[in-house]
């Protein structure tokens, strides 16, 4: 409410929106934490767009955003990376805002008590009430976005968001119910203390990546010092850590993913705009993941993401093998 007394023409709609978010956030947080003790672990036996096996509180976390918000009269379509198509809202029924979500993220560590989280990204409608909403308001810029966040459900759960000023983190009070502000303006140091990559997938990357992972892990006798090492293969989990702490999350294109493994619209953009609010940066190598211009509601990129000076090395190697033609 304060932020939005920052706006004197805000409606209250968005802070209802990130509200909803919060609720369905609750709900979600109170399965992952019984996860063990109901029928809610394994896979579902189905497949997502991506060709990923969809886990059960998966599903549970996707339905739950999606009813959290379909019918409030706030947004007038959402897109999953777990639904091949978007949702349009009821027309009577559609909002000004537009929010893509990815509900659960790290769904492979669900199963072994691991830290996952749900990345949230909202966008204001390009559509018209006469045209209705349609890919269109999805298929928008990272730089266009009008808040985006987490919620991390891990020792406890965090929502961590912001709308433009600042980013701010949340903690859950399970006594009370309640989001309570325990991390206000979060800022990201310049230069990070870990590093964070597969590098199980170092013989399928290109040389400058092979360099800045090396330059990471041995410091290059001169910028860049070396970095501990630390892997969750939760994104959010791992860029929660290098956020507060200071450090780099590098997801890059390999011969397995020439693209990258990680979605533009579901995780890299919301992620790219929370980072560059705390002070960091966030390249596919080669430009801002906020400058991007979505193409396919399930496009992936390559994602180098954290600490500013960091990423401004790791973008100039990859940045200058990328300018090389192709022989
Ligand atoms: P899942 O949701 O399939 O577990 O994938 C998680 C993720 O999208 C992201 O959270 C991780 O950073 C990345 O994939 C881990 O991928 P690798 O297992 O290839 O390292």
Same mark, same amino acid.
């Given at each position: 409410?304060?932020? #939005?007394? &920052? ?6 709609? /968005? %802070? ?12 979600? %947080? ?23 096996? *969809? *886990? ?24 999953? #990376?777990?639904?091949? @198509?978007?949702? +349009? ?9 537009? &929010? &893509? ?11 072994? $008590? ?35 966040? !987490? ?37 990201t ?5 870990? !590093?964070?990559? $597969?590098?199980?997938?170092? $013989?399928?990357?290109?040389?400058? +990546? *092979? =360099? ?15 970095? $501990? ?13 290098? /956020? ?9 294109? @390999? ?7 990680? =979605? ?11 980072v560059e609010?705390a002070g960091g940066r ?16 399930? *496009?992936?990129?390559? &994602?180098?993401?954290g600490s500013r ?7 100039? +190697? ?10």
């Amino acid at each position: 409410m304060e932020q #939005e007394r &920052l706006h004197p023409e805000a409606t209250g709609e /968005l %802070s209802n929106l990130l509200y909803d978010i919060c609720l369905a956030a609750k709900i979600i %947080s109170r399965q992952v934490r019984r996860a063990g003790l109901t029928d809610i672990l394994g896979g579902s036996g189905t497949l997502n767009v991506s060709g990923d096996l *969809q *886990q059960k509180l998966d599903m549970f976390a996707n339905e739950t955003v999606r009813n959290a918000v379909q019918h409030t009269g706030r947004v007038c379509i959402t897109a999953s #990376e777990e639904d091949e @198509a978007p949702l +349009v809202c009821p027309r009577e029924e559609q909002g000004k805002y537009v &929010l &893509l979500y990815d509900p659960l993220d790290g769904s492979t560590n669900i199963d072994v $008590n691991v830290s996952i989280g749900t990345i949230f990204s909202i966008h204001r409608r390009v559509t018209g009430q006469q045209e209705g909403a349609s890919d269109r308001d999805c298929l928008q810029p990272g730089y266009r976005q009008t808040a985006a966040g !987490y919620i991390l459900y891990g020792s406890s759960t965090m929502l961590v968001y912001t709308t433009g000023q600042g980013v701010h983190g949340f903690t859950l009070d399970p006594t009370i119910g309640e989001f309570l502000l325990s991390h206000p303006s979060i800022r990201t140091p310049a230069v990070g203390r870990y !590093y964070s990559v $597969n590098e199980s997938n170092w $013989n399928r990357w290109s040389p400058a +990546v *092979q =360099r800045v992972v090396g330059a990471f892990k041995n410091g290059d006798g001169g910028a860049v010092q070396a970095k $501990n090492a630390r892997y969750i293969g939760s994104l959010v989990a791992d860029f929660h850590r290098n /956020l507060i702490s200071g450090g780099i999350f590098l997801y890059p294109a @390999a011969t397995n993913y020439p693209q990258g493994k990680l =979605r533009l619209l579901y995780e890299a953009a919301p992620l790219a705009l929370v980072v560059e609010q705390a002070g960091g940066r966030a390249t596919d190598g080669c430009r801002s993941i906020l400058d991007i211009v979505p193409e396919d509601l399930h *496009q992936k990129t390559p &994602l180098v993401i954290g600490s500013r000076d960091d990423v401004a090395f790791a973008a100039r +190697v990859i940045g200058a093998e990328a300018a090389v033609p192709a022989k």
